[in-house]
């Protein structure tokens, strides 16, 4: 079954910066970047997948009916309203809501991120998928958020262990096993 439009985007080479096509994907998935410069860049999926997360928080399709069945609304506007009035748990999905707060809080920030209307501001598909797996395993978290501020080469290996520290390469997490992103 497919989940959402991955792949919509295209790998173009190193020296350009983007590439222009005809527009093809589901309505409520699409980058609202598109719509400016019918171009779509790798952080046009990094979008879509941010759709796909609301909707995994939420229970809701992108566009959805509101209770009258009168007006339609957009997923993305009313997950991002929810969470600028802090009323993020208040929008859940009944079967989301029981899990842990903060992890439930990390993973709608995620989402948040995801959706970002300046593509460049967007976290990679890589660091979406180290975050989302930071978010499985919380005593990782704080390591985490002690390097958020650094730079880090996201292709180098990564060991993931119960201890972290941080350098300038990046994140290291000791005594474990070590995952290389491709």
């Known amino acids: 079954a497919k989940v959402s ?18 527009v093809q994907g589901t309505f409520g998935y ?4 598109y719509f400016r410069s019918s171009q779509f860049t790798e952080k046009s999926d990094v979008y879509s997948f941010g759709v796909v997360l609301v909707e995994v ?20 506007a009313f997950f991002l309203l929810s969470m600028q009035n802090d009323s993020l748990f208040e929008v859940l999905d009944r079967t989301v809501k029981d899990g842990p707060k903060t992890e439930i ?37 704080d390591a985490i958020e002690q390097c958020a501020d650094e730079d880090s ?8 262990s119960a201890t972290a520290s941080c350098s300038t390469s990046g994140l290291i997490l000791n005594d474990s096993v070590t995952l290389t992103l491709d």
Do not use: Y
């Open 57 to 76: 928080l939420t229970g809701q399709k992108p566009v959805f009916s509101t209770q009258s069945e009168d007006e339609v609304r957009s997923l993305v």
């Open 105 to 141: 809080e990390a993973f709608a920030k995620l989402a948040k991120r995801c959706l970002n209307l300046n593509g460049k501001k967007r976290p990679t598909m890589k660091q979406v998928a180290l975050e989302l797996e930071w978010i499985r395993s919380p005593a990782e978290a």
């Open 5 to 22: 439009d991955f792949g919509t985007s295209k790998s173009i080479a190193l020296e350009k910066t983007h590439v222009t096509t005809r």
């Open 153 to 160: 080469d996201i292709d180098d290996p990564i060991e993931l």
């Open 30 to 33: 699409l980058d609202p970047e």
